[in-house]
C-alpha cells in the first residue's frame, strides 16, 4: 500500500502533453477510405423503399453496405448474458430513431462519401413517435417495439422486482408516509474525442480494428456475432480513448465499419461528425421515479415502496442490465427492512440510452438522498441525524440480502459533516459503523439483522 | 499555398478552402491538433499561427497562407518539455488528453504575451476550451504555476519502491 497517498507520475501523461498519445484517428494507413452514414430522419417511420444504386455508382464509392450486407443483423449488446436481441444493426423495415443508421458508404474523401449518401433513394412513412415514459402503459399510446411497451425479460416478469420484509406492516404502523417523484433527465456524455474507428483487412484474412471503446473484448465479441465470425480472425487495437464516460460502452463504430472493409478491401475509416455525437450516440436515460416511505415520527424509515421508470429509447441494449443495478441500490446507503420495489425498461423513440458513470445508480442516489432531505423536513429532523440513525452498518442486510460487512456510510456522514463544520449532538459525533444495539437496533431492525460477526457474509439468504 | 509550420517550410496542395486543421492533420500528418467538433467549439484544434492561438478547423488555408504555424509538437520534446507542458504533466492537467493539445497551446499563447498572466487572465484565455474529464481545476492550476514560473520538469520520480510480488511455486514468474 505504498502506492495510495503518493505523487506518482502518470505513465501516459509525457505522451498527452507532447501530442504523442495516438488516438484512433491519428492512425495513418496508406488508402484508407472514409465513411458516411444515411440516417433516419424520422423518430419511427416504416422504410417502404430504400435503392443504394445511384451511390454505388457514383466514382470513388467503394462500398454501400445496408442491412442485407450483415450476415447476423439483430443482436444484443447483452445476448451473452441472457438478455434477448431485439436491435438490427442495420434498420431493415422500419426506423425507430432519429440518427438510426440504415446504410453506410465507404469513398475516396469524405466528401465523394457524403455524396453518395444523398444519392441513396429512400422512402419513408412516417408513424407517430413515443416519448413519454409515464404513458408506456396507456391503450392508446403508440405501439413502438416488438416487445411491447415494456422490456418482458426479467424471468418470468416484464419488470425488475425486489421484495422483502413485511411492506404493508410497516405502512400500517408508520406515523407519516412520505412520499415524492424524481425525474433526472438524460445527458449527452459528450467527449471530446467523436466515435471512431479504423478497420484494415489484413493479408491473411483477418481484420485489425482500431477501436476508441471503453471495452475491448466485449467490442470484439459483438463485431463477432455480427460477421460470423471467429473471435481469432479479429485483432482489436484500443485502450486509448479520447473521453468516454459510457458512452463508448456500446459498439458503435466497429462494425459498420468492418463490413465496409470487407466488401472494398480497403482500410476504412469512421468519425462521427459531432452533430452526429449528439443526434445518434446513446446517452444517460431519462428516469422517473417514485417513492413513499412509511416513517416513524422519531425518524426510523419502516418501509419503501418504489416505482422506476427507465427510459430505454428505442432498443434495450443495456437498460436491464441498469435497472437492475439501480434496483439493488434503491434504498441507498441506508438500512430499510421492508421494501417493495418494481422497475420497469420504457421503450421509446429517443436514442437508445446507455451506461454514464454509475449505471442506474447515480438516478437512484439522487432520488433516495433528496427523499431524505424530504422526510426530514416533512419530520422536522435534522437531515444528517436522520441520515447517521438510519445508516447502513455491520450485520445490516441490502434489499436483494446481501449481510454488509464494512460499511462507510457513518464514517462518510461524520466526515463530511465535520469538513463543512456542521455542528452534530455528541451522541452523533461518536456514531460508529459498529453492529446495531441499544437505542440503534429498535425492534423493526432485529429480524433483518444477519450474521453473528462481521466475516460472514450472505446469512441473511 | 506556403507554410511554416515548427520553424519548417512545408509548401501545402490540399485545396485553398481546406481547413488548417485538416491540411495540418490529413496532408502533413501532423497529428496533435484534434479534431474535436469541427465548428469552433471545443478548442481542441487550436494551434498558434504567428504566435497568437487560433482554431484551426475554421481557418481556411487561404487565409492563412505564409503565417508561421505552431503545433504542441513544436514546443518541447519529451526530454525537454516546455514549462507549460512540465506543468501540465505535474498538475495532472491531462487525463484522457484528447482536448490538451488545444489546452497547451493556448496556455502557451497567453504566457508569451502576458507572461505574470493572473488566475483572471488564464480563465480568460481558456474560456473556450472544453475538457470533459478533469474539471478545469487542475488545468488552471497548471498554467497557474506556470505563469509564474513555479515548475518542475524533472519528473516526479515514484516515491516508494515496489513490492516484491510473494512467489508461491519457486522458480515461477511472480
Redesign the interface.
Known amino acids: 500500500m ?2 495510495v497517498g ?5 505513465y ?12 484512433v ?2 492512425i ?1 494507413i496508406r488508402g484508407t477510405l472514409w465513411t458516411k452514414a444515411l440516417r433516419s430522419p424520422h423518430h419511427n417511420a416504416a422504410i417502404t423503399r430504400l435503392d443504394t444504386s445511384k451511390a454505388e455508382a457514383l466514382p470513388g464509392v467503394h462500398a454501400v453496405v445496408t442491412h442485407k450486407d450483415v450476415p447476423h443483423n439483430v443482436y444484443g449488446h447483452l445476448e451473452a448474458l441472457g438478455i434477448p436481441a431485439d436491435e438490427p444493426l442495420l434498420a431493415v423495415d422500419e426506423v425507430r430513431y432519429k440518427g438510426q443508421p440504415i446504410a453506410a458508404v465507404a469513398a475516396v474523401d469524405e466528401d465523394t462519401a457524403r455524396e453518395a449518401v444523398s444519392l441513396i433513394e429512400i422512402e419513408y412513412e412516417e408513424r407517430p413517435a413515443f416519448f413519454d415514459i409515464r404513458k408506456a402503459m396507456d391503450p392508446d399510446s403508440p405501439q413502438i417495439h416488438q416487445w411491447g411497451p415494456v422490456y418482458p425479460h426479467f424471468g418470468s416478469y416484464n419488470h425488475r422486482r425486489v421484495r422483502k420484509g413485511d411492506i404493508d406492516a410497516a405502512f400500517e404502523q408508520a406515523d407519516t408516509i412520505v412520499e415524492g417523484v424524481y425525474r433526472p433527465q438524460a445527458i449527452e ?6 466515435q471512431t474507428a479504423l478497420v484494415v483487412p489484413e493479408a491473411n484474412g483477418r481484420l485489425t480494428i482500431y477501436s476508441c471503446t471503453q471495452a475491448m473484448y466485449f467490442s470484439m465479441g459483438v463485431v463477432a456475432a455480427h460477421l460470423q465470425w471467429p473471435l481469432n480472425k479479429l485483432k482489436f487495437v484500443g485502450g486509448t ?5 459510457g458512452g463508448k460502452v456500446d459498439t458503435a463504430s466497429e462494425t459498420i465499419s468492418a463490413l465496409l472493409a470487407l466488401k472494398a478491401k480497403r482500410p476504412v475509416k469512421w ?1 462521427w ?2 452533430e452526429e455525437e449528439f443526434l445518434a450516440s446513446s446517452t444517460r436515460a431519462p428516469w422517473h421515479m417514485e417513492l413513499a416511505d412509511a416513517v416513524t415520527s422519531d425518524g426510523w424509515i419502516l418501509g419503501r415502496r418504489m416505482t422506476t421508470l427507465h427510459d430505454a429509447g428505442a432498443y434495450a441494449r443495456f437498460s436491464p442490465y441498469g435497472v437492475t443495478k439501480h434496483a439493488f441500490h434503491h434504498t441507498g446507503a441506508y438500512t430499510i427492512p421492508n421494501v417493495h420495489f418494481d422497475g420497469f425498461v420504457v421503450f421509446t423513440n429517443r436514442v437508445p440510452t446507455t451506461a454514464m458513470r454509475g449505471f442506474g445508480v447515480t438516478s437512484v442516489s439522487f432520488a433516495v438522498e433528496t427523499h431524505m432531505n424530504r422526510i426530514a423536513e416533512v419530520l422536522g429532523i435534522d437531515p444528517l441525524q436522520l441520515r447517521l440513525k438510519n445508516a447502513n452498518r455491520i450485520g445490516d442486510t441490502t434489499p436483494n440480502r446481501v449481510v454488509l460487512k464494512d460499511p462507510s456510510t457513518v464514517p462518510v456522514v461524520l466526515a463530511a459533516a465535520d469538513r463543512v463544520g456542521y455542528d452534530l449532538p455528541d451522541e452523533y459525533k461518536s456514531m460508529t459503523n459498529e453492529r446495531r444495539s441499544g437505542d440503534l437496533l429498535p425492534p423493526h431492525l432485529v429480524d433483518q439483522l444477519g450474521g453473528s460477526d462481521a466475516s460472514t457474509n450472505g446469512g441473511g439468504r | 499555398m506556403r507554410l511554416t509550420v515548427n520553424g519548417e517550410p512545408r509548401d501545402l496542395h490540399s485545396p485553398p478552402l481546406t481547413s488548417l486543421l485538416t491540411a495540418l ?1 490529413e496532408e502533413l ?1 501532423i ?2 491538433p ?6 469552433g ?2 478548442g ?1 484544434c487550436t494551434v498558434l499561427v504567428d504566435g497568437e492561438a487560433r482554431r484551426s478547423c475554421l481557418l481556411p488555408l487561404a487565409a492563412v497562407d505564409g503565417a508561421a504555424i505552431t ?3 513544436g ?4 526530454d525537454n ?1 516546455s514549462s507549460v ?2 506543468a ?2 505535474e498538475h ?1 492537467a ?1 487525463q ?6 488545444g489546452f ?1 497551446m493556448a496556455a502557451t499563447a497567453l504566457i508569451d504575451r502576458t507572461p505574470k498572466a493572473s488566475r483572471e487572465d488564464i480563465l480568460t484565455a481558456l474560456s473556450g476550451h ?4 478533469t474539471g478545469y481545476i487542475k488545468i488552471v492550476s497548471a498554467v497557474e504555476a506556470a505563469a509564474k514560473g513555479d515548475v518542475h520538469p524533472e ?7 515496489p ?1 516484491e510480488a510473494e512467489v508461491l511455486i519457486p522458480g515461477s514468474p511472480a
Open positions: 505504498k502506492a503518493a505523487r506518482l507520475p502518470r501516459d501523461g509525457v505522451a498527452h502533453v507532447t501530442g504523442q498519445t495516438q488516438y484517428d491519428d495513418r456524455h459528450c467527449p471530446i474525442e467523436p480513448v479520447g473521453g468516454g464516460f468519425r461528425t459531432r | 492533420r500528418e497529428t496533435s484534434k479534431a474535436g467538433c469541427h465548428q467549439g471545443c481542441a503545433t504542441l509538437e514546443l518541447g520534446t519529451s518539455l507542458q512540465a501540465f504533466d495532472y491531462a484522457c488528453g484528447f482536448c490538451t493539445s497547451i472544453v475538457c470533459r474529464c519528473r516526479v520520480e515514484p516515491s516508494f519502491e513490492e
